[in-house]
């Protein structure tokens, strides 16, 4: 069965039980500030499921598109993926456990749909938690039984296995059952259901929406009972078709002919690499399709950090050319027909990833050769870990961010002290809090207009650096004088003149577009977690002072910065911004010199 046929007739299935079939939603939630992204096909729906009235009906169906980044670390085995699409069918205060179950069963067995063998397949009830006050589902567990389900095949688990929700910290969440399909050879399908026996897969879950989690963690009912179903398509597509991973299917085995290779004639580490790569990309296309852009923040930093790691790994596997291109264009091809604005957004989507790509290409060739140098010292030397102050000089030098180190090291099973490498890094702030008193702290000569108008220009070109040469980029020091401002920064070589010239170009644009300044008090925590970036090493107060300069256009937050001031209250009136001098001033720290005018 193929992945268009699959999705046709689950929605022809449910189309005929009287429910709506409604588009899938942004994988961008419209009103909930609790997620990134849309992680289930029961999100968009939250305001119905607490009771408001849907105007498709009561009874609904859908192929909702999915990001969970949760288990990123794990991208690479048989089952998990960034992106994954749910077949979904829902009950808006209309029926309940007695429809779903019998219609899940139906769906699966009936031989117009799947016609799946009944012997191969297995479910599981709540087992009820006294904590929670939810006794067991016997309920759900006697209409399965009905159905012919035997007893032996119906496990009872906990909260863990069977209890969703809710989708964030708060909202509408329930018991549920799970449908289990045998994958091994049907002579040795057991007669007693073991969950712990992997070659059951779960393809199916109903969860009955009886309560919503509050604030304070409390459960009370709901106005109405729902019924939410979820069907992960990939797992079905796989486990329906024999195959042993989600990545044997026909959505990833054109990607697979991209990079040149078939997983079979791959080592397994070569293997789990292609996948991050085919995983990492093919949710990248779907999240900027759907209007987010690689940044520091938020839903910018899972693009950016997706993007990094397919690069990284596609380097560890040798990919050269335009190996991330092509699989930009093959992703959009298997899913133009199920998702049409991929094909009305590629030419966005393509443009945005290039853009990331030439972006980081230099930095990640200077920061994959600095650690690998590392990596292979280790290696000849039999070590398997690299040490904390190891990783933390590698940081420290050259700018590496833990995470690619790991990246790195991992591909030749070598591990990071990452306690070390915190406590390396705690260290280092208590003597850069003691070495800078007096010197380089704000940095402002007097409060002229000259100086202020310089100040204003450095935070900009701050940002500049960090989206043309990464975020790696953290200011060192900063001086400025009427005449200029000089800027002390992390970065391992030379900058390029296309980069001074990327540089200039992006302040000397937010100057012409004579941005708001915007000053606010606020909570150190608050500002950290809204992005709010200092000076390295640099010890803040509980309450801090935050300048931020945001593209009221785009909502696109420009730089967001701890800083006492002053500043100019629209970027207008800097004047044009130009870079006189680059230089090192130490390994892995880069100067500017640099001055505005008319």
């Given at each position: 069965m193929k992945a268009q046929e699959l999705r046709a007739k689950y929605l022809d299935f449910f189309r005929k039980k009287g429910h709506a079939v409604i588009p899938s939603a942004s994988l961008v939630p419209a009103n909930d500030p609790t997620v990134l992204f849309t992680t289930a096909g029961m999100h968009p729906l939250v305001p119905y499921l607490l009771g408001e009235e849907h105007p498709a009906g009561s009874r609904i169906a859908s192929v909702q598109k999915c990001i969970r980044t949760g288990d990123i670390e794990e991208v690479g085995d048989d089952i998990h993926l960034t992106f994954f699409e749910m077949l979904g069918n829902w009950s808006l205060g209309d029926y309940f456990k007695e429809e779903a179950i019998a219609w899940s069963w139906e769906f699966l067995t009936a031989k117009k749909?799947?016609?799946?063998?009944?012997?191969?397949?297995?479910?599981?009830?709540?087992?009820?938690?006294?904590?929670?006050?939810?006794?067991?589902?016997?309920?759900?567990?006697?209409?399965?039984?009905?159905?012919?389900v035997l007893r032996q095949r119906i496990a009872f688990l906990g909260v863990e296995d069977n209890w969703w929700g809710p989708a964030g910290e708060t909202g509408p969440c329930g018991p549920d059952t799970e449908m289990f399909y045998w994958t091994g050879p049907i002579q040795e399908v057991p007669e007693t259901f073991d969950p712990k026996d992997g070659r059951w897969v779960?393809?199916?879950?109903?969860?009955?929406?009886?309560?919503?989690?509050?604030?304070?963690?409390?459960?009370?009912?709901?106005?109405?009972?729902?019924?939410?179903?979820?069907?992960?398509?990939?797992?079905?597509?796989?486990?329906?078709?024999?195959?042993r991973s989600v990545y044997d299917t026909e959505l990833f085995k054109p990607m697979f002919d991209v990079l040149g290779k078939s997983q079979e004639v791959m080592s397994n580490d070569e293997v789990r690499k292609a996948r991050?790569?085919?995983?990492?990309?093919?949710?990248?296309?779907?999240?900027?399709?759907?209007?987010?852009?690689?940044?520091?923040?938020?839903?910018?930093?899972?693009?950016?950090?997706?993007?990094?790691?397919?690069?990284?790994?596609?380097?560890?596997?040798?990919?050269?050319?335009?190996?991330?291109?092509?699989?930009?264009?093959?992703?959009?091809?298997?899913?133009?027909?199920?998702?049409p604005e991929l094909v009305e957004n590629s030419q966005k989507v393509f443009a945005v990833i290039g853009n990331e790509q030439r972006q980081h290409e230099q930095s990640l060739e200077t920061a994959f050769t600095g650690?690998?140098?590392?990596?292979?010292?280790?290696?000849?030397?039999?070590?398997?870990?690299?040490?904390?102050?190891?990783?933390?000089?590698?940081?420290?030098?050259?700018?590496?961010?833990?995470?690619?180190?790991?990246?790195?090291?991992?591909?030749?099973?070598?591990e990071v002290d990452t306690n070390g490498y915190e406590a390396e890094f705690e260290k280092h702030q208590k003597l850069s809090r003691t070495a800078s008193v007096g010197k380089f702290r704000g940095g402002l000569a007097d409060h002229s207009d000259d100086v202020i108008r310089l100040h204003t220009a450095t935070h900009l070109m701050n940002a500049a650096l960090r989206r043309v040469l990464g975020e790696h980029v953290?200011?060192?020091?900063?001086?400025?004088?009427?005449?200029?401002?000089?800027?002390?920064?992390?970065?391992?070589?030379?900058?390029?003149?296309?980069e001074i010239k990327q540089v200039e170009s992006l302040v000397n644009g937010w100057i012409a577009a004579d941005l708001k300044v915007?000053?606010?008090?606020?909570?150190?925590?608050?500002?950290?977690?809204?992005?709010?970036?200092?000076?390295?090493?640099?010890?803040?107060?509980?309450?801090?002072?935050?300048?931020?300069?945001?593209?009221?256009?785009?909502?696109?937050?420009?730089?967001?910065?701890?800083?006492?001031?002053?500043?100019?209250?629209?970027?207008?009136?800097?004047?044009?911004?130009?870079?006189?001098?680059?230089?090192?001033?130490?390994?892995?720290?880069?100067?500017?010199?640099?001055?505005?005018?008319?």
């Open positions: 749909y799947l016609d799946i063998d009944p012997r191969l397949l297995s479910v599981s009830c709540f087992a009820g938690d006294a904590t929670m006050g939810v006794g067991r589902d016997d309920e759900a567990a006697g209409i399965w039984q009905k159905l012919g779960e393809i199916w879950n109903d969860v009955f929406m009886q309560y919503n989690k509050t604030t304070l963690s409390t459960f009370e009912p709901l106005s109405q009972k729902n019924v939410d179903t979820g069907m992960g398509l990939d797992r079905m597509l796989a486990a329906f078709n024999g195959h991050v790569i085919l995983d990492h990309v093919r949710a990248s296309v779907f999240i900027i399709a759907d209007g987010v852009e690689p940044s520091n923040k938020d839903r910018g930093y899972v693009v950016r950090r997706l993007l990094r790691r397919s690069m990284v790994h596609g380097k560890l596997l040798g990919l050269k050319d335009h190996w991330l291109e092509a699989l930009v264009g093959k992703v959009i091809t298997i899913f133009d027909s199920a998702y650690t690998l140098t590392h990596v292979n010292a280790l290696v000849n030397k039999s070590e398997k870990v690299m040490s904390g102050k190891e990783a933390f000089g590698l940081y420290q030098t050259m700018g590496i961010p833990l995470e690619l180190i790991q990246e790195i090291a991992r591909s030749s099973n070598i953290w200011q060192k020091g900063s001086n400025i004088t009427k005449e200029r401002t000089r800027f002390d920064f992390t970065h391992s070589r030379k900058l390029t003149p296309d915007k000053k606010e008090i606020m909570p150190l925590e608050r500002a950290r977690s809204l992005g709010a970036i200092g000076v390295f090493g640099e010890k803040y107060p509980e309450t801090v002072s935050v300048y931020s300069i945001v593209d009221p256009k785009s909502g696109d937050v420009i730089s967001r910065e701890f800083c006492g001031g002053p500043h100019v209250e629209h970027a207008g009136v800097i004047g044009k911004f130009k870079i006189t001098k680059e230089e090192a001033i130490s390994a892995g720290v880069r100067r500017i010199k640099a001055v505005v005018g008319s």
